[in-house]
């Protein structure tokens, strides 16, 4: 490991409290596509993500993947264009969508964990009918909305031991219908059926900004409103505050938005006094630390 993610936490002491709350939890992480970077920074994620399994928790990992989309969409001359943070898929898109993400993304994660001495199993939201979905706007083709959600697999899987790996491709309430489903919205309603202690969003910024450039590291739901409506939060923050929004609401008891990129983000978020990135939760601990 490139740092002692021990001495992050400054001392064995500082961590012990939180290696003990954490004991079975279940951590849904959202690892995106900007988040992912190279190959070492892949090695350090599932570093993390073995080491969370290894002292007892439940890491559930849903990613994304849009750029290694873009990449290959442009090697075949398809054109793709953005409503509201979410892609316009035709039919020839979403075959693309699934082969990369449920095939070429998936399998590198899969592979990087078990590199690491995990046994992690790549599935989509097809497997045993995990995710399943309604078009989510005509305009918008095959783009998925969750509405019936079966987590036993998931559950079965970290119960033997296995760290579950999640490509956001559905299936549709119709037969033969395949759904892309924006990475965040998979992993919030994975995380809100399966009523998940924590979903860590990994991104390519610190955090929620506020006007001045500031991470905010603790939001209320209220909080969160009135930044989106005063134009605090823009852009691709939009759709994920209103993940972490509709998460808290379903009965996550935590969501953190954090920088994937950072060495140990995950380790940093759990593991420490400071925490890492913004959290969202329903009523703030009164009393520091701030996490728990
Ligand atoms: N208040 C804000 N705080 C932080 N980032 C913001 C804010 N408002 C808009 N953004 C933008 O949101 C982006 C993160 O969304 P996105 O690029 O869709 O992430 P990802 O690809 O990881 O899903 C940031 O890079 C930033 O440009
Ligand atoms: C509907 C929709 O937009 N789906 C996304 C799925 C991948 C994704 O969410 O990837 P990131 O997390 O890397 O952005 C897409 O087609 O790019």
Redesign the pocket.
């Known amino acids: 490991m490139d740092r002692d993610w021990i001495a992050t936490a400054r001392t064995l002491s500082e961590a012990l409290p939180y290696l003990q709350r954490y004991t079975g939890a279940v951590v849904v992480v959202k690892f ?4 992912m970077g190279d190959d070492d920074a892949m090695a350090e994620f599932a570093r993390d993500i073995v080491l969370m399994k290894q002292v007892g928790m439940n890491p559930v990992v849903v990613h ?1 993947g ?1 750029p290694m989309i873009n990449e290959m969409l442009a090697k075949l001359g398809i054109k793709s264009d953005w409503v509201r ?1 979410k892609r316009v898929t035709d039919k020839a898109t979403v075959e693309v969508v699934e082969m990369i993400l449920s095939g070429l993304v998936n399998k590198r994660i899969v592979q990087a964990i078990n590199d690491q001495g995990g046994r992690a199993v790549g599935i989509s939201g097809k497997d045993d009918d995990l995710m399943v979905c309604e078009a989510d706007d005509p305009e918008l083709g095959f783009v998925g909305r969750p509405v019936e959600m079966n987590v036993q697999v998931i559950r079965d899987l970290y119960s033997a031991g296995m760290i579950p790996v999640i490509a956001p491709v559905a299936t549709g309430v119709n037969d033969n219908e395949t759904f892309n489903v924006n ?2 919205t998979a992993a919030g309603a994975i995380a809100g059926a399966l009523q998940a202690d924590r979903l860590l969003l990994l ?3 610190a ?3 506020d006007k001045a450039g500031e991470v905010i590291t603790n939001m209320t739901p209220d909080e969160v409103q009135g ?1 989106i409506a005063d134009g ?6 939009i759709p ?1 505050v209103e993940t972490a929004l509709k998460a808290v609401k379903e009965g996550v008891r935590a969501v953190v938005i954090l920088d994937g990129r950072v060495a140990n983000a995950c380790l940093l978020e759990l593991f420490t006094e400071h925490g890492a990135g913004s959290m969202i939760r329903s009523t703030m601990p009164k009393v520091k630390p701030r996490r728990g």
């Open positions: 995106g596509g900007n988040a994304g849009g943070g990475g965040d991104t390519d910024v955090g929620v900004k930044l605090t939060i823009s852009g691709g923050m994920k």
